[in-house]
């Protein structure tokens, strides 16, 4: 489970990056890092787990973000959205359960 949570946390890590929320994909990136370093330790796991899912959705969350894509990104806003909701989805049913 935690390697596909962390798979989800880089695709999330890079549509941010892509659509310039270079804050977001920070603490996104720091979140995996801390998975990644915890790997011993349950309770600080489920702590990140938790966190994850309080950004997911709710007001100034992952689902609020309006993404517009860099022109060099290559992708569509329709596509970042798209991707971003398959994100929320995916995260969600991962850490759902913390």
């Known amino acids: ?3 596909s949570i962390l798979k989800l946390l ?4 890079n549509l941010l990056k892509k659509c310039g929320q270079g804050d ?3 603490w996104i ?4 890092r801390a998975i990644k370093n915890d790997k011993a330790d349950p ?3 489920k702590k990140h787990y938790k966190e994850i899912k309080n950004i997911l959705g709710g007001m100034g969350s992952f ?3 309006v993404l517009i894509p860099k022109k060099a990104s290559g992708l569509s806003s329709a596509k970042a959205e798209a991707k ?6 995916k995260l969600w049913g991962a850490v759902k359960t913390f």
């Open 84 to 89: 971003q909701r398959e994100l929320i989805e």
């Open 1 to 3: 489970m935690k390697t």
């Open 29 to 32: 990136n720091e979140k995996a």
């Open 24 to 26: 977001h994909a920070a």
């Open 63 to 65: 689902s609020d973000l």
């Open 10 to 13: 880089s695709e999330t890590e």
């Open 43 to 45: 309770k600080q796991l």
